[in-house]
């Protein structure tokens, strides 16, 4: 079935480093692919999306590009900042309506200074 | 703002008890969710609402029932609380064709 899996935490890094949180998927169609992130007692915020296979989402410096040839959408960040700790998930809607929507299961983010 | 809002923030049932959660959006979305949060599960869909007066199940429907009287209300409640039910539950809403998802701040539950 649909499904996505995302890169288990919890990840730690230091203010400025590289950020790469590893999103794969298995869909039957041609899915919508999504990076969600979820604040400390917050819902979760759409961070960025791509809808069809070579575009490149992207938002507050943090890239994904969607790879139908490997399956995957992986969220990229240059340098990470102490704000941008946070749950991450990846996510891909498909079916006629977009309807059926699947999530990862988080992957936790901490920026130490 | 516009968005979704979730009511209440927070509550503590006993086991047996019943309550409703109520969700609230203003962006006249076609579509509505409840999902449960659990740690290392990620997200859950408890049941899902395609348009005013209907409604679907999700992937753990057992324990909850929903309704969607009103295009903007989407109702979740729980009959008869267990301690399984403990979790942090979100409502979230789609528009027509649209993609992604809009989501509320969450209620946290706890069944003792």
């Known amino acids: 079935g649909d499904s996505v899996t995302q890169m288990e935490g919890p990840v730690t890094l230091s203010e400025e480093a590289f950020l790469t949180i590893n999103c794969t998927y298995t869909a039957t169609g041609y899915p919508s692919l999504f990076w969600y992130v979820q604040y400390p007692g917050e819902g979760l915020q759409l961070l960025l999306k791509?809808?069809?296979?070579?575009d490149k989402g992207s938002n507050k410096g943090f890239e994904a590009t969607y790879r139908k040839e490997t399956t995957s959408f992986h969220l990229e960040k240059g340098s990470v900042q102490v704000s941008d700790s946070a749950v991450y998930f990846c996510a891909l809607s498909i079916g006629p309506t977009g309807n059926q929507f699947y999530f990862g299961t988080g992957t936790s983010l901490t920026v130490i200074p | 703002n516009a968005g979704v809002t979730q009511t209440p923030k927070f509550r503590v049932l006993k086991t047996g008890q019943s309550m409703t959660l109520l969700c609230a959006q203003d962006m006249n979305h076609e579509y509505m969710y409840w999902y449960r949060q659990d740690p290392g599960m990620g997200l859950r869909l408890i049941h899902y609402s395609v348009g005013e007066g209907t409604t679907a199940k999700g992937e753990v429907p057992d324990g909850y029932n929903v309704s969607r009287l009103k295009k903007q209300n989407f109702l979740l409640g729980l009959e008869s609380a267990a301690p399984s039910q403990t979790s942090v539950y979100f409502c979230a809403s789609r528009k027509t064709g649209g993609d992604g998802y809009t989501f509320g701040s969450g209620t946290r539950l706890t069944v003792v």
């Open positions: 791509a809808t069809k296979a070579d």
